[in-house]
């Protein structure tokens, strides 16, 4: 009889297997391991060593976190898997820093930060993504700006200013970053 404590690996490991419609035989390929090793993981009445599930989640780029019942969060690359994902997102960012929120139609919203920093960033992102999306750079270079940008933030403090006028839609459209920070290497 198998662990209590694993019977949510147990259950996870199959139904990771059955909705890539795989058999056992399919899934266990590249993983050392037998489709019989992998059925016994699936009715709970053997216990898989910690490589293993490693290199279950590797291979399938799950989270070991939700193969062991520890988070309810499938894939570990993305913290994002739905729009309730980006909307809890903003509901947090909205508590930490002051933001102001436009929709005129389906077609333009808008949230506005109420710091110059924000604002400039989102400029330089927003010209990155333009030739990341042109295909004027590769992803390697997009990469590497992005992780020169976060440095840039770490332990960069968050202030609220809750006397914020946010921007008006005519503001916002005539709204442009200076050219003297348009690469977004800041020294």
């Keep these: 009889m198998g662990d209590i404590e694993l019977q949510v690996f147990a259950e996870r490991v199959k139904e990771l297997r059955t909705s890539l419609n795989l058999?056992?035989?399919q899934f266990v390929e590249g993983l050392g391991i037998t489709p019989a090793a992998l059925s016994a993981y699936e009715?709970?009445?053997k216990n898989p060593s910690i490589s293993v599930a490693k290199r279950i989640a590797e291979k399938y780029k799950i989270s070991i976190d939700w193969l062991c019942g520890l988070?309810?969060?499938k894939t570990g690359e993305s913290i994002i898997s739905d729009m309730s994902d980006i909307i809890s997102m903003l509901f947090k960012i909205s508590n930490e820093i002051d933001i102001s929120l436009t929709c005129d139609d389906y077609y333009y919203s808008a949230i506005?930060?109420?710091t110059e920093d924000m604002a400039l960033f989102i400029g330089r992102w927003t010209k990155m993504k333009d030739l990341f999306d042109k295909n004027m750079i590769d992803n390697d270079v997009y990469n590497l700006w992005k992780e020169k940008?976060?440095?840039n933030f770490r332990n960069k403090a968050i202030?609220?200013?809750?006397n914020f006028e946010p921007f008006t839609n005519n503001e916002m459209k005539g709204f442009d970053i200076p050219d003297d920070d348009a690469e977004g290497f800041v020294d």
Excluded: A, G, P
């Design 23 to 25: 058999t056992q035989v």
């Design 43 to 45: 009715k709970n009445s």
């Design 71 to 73: 988070s309810n969060k």
């Design 112 to 114: 506005h930060f109420d």
């Design 149 to 151: 940008e976060i440095l």
């Design 159 to 162: 202030y609220k200013n809750r």
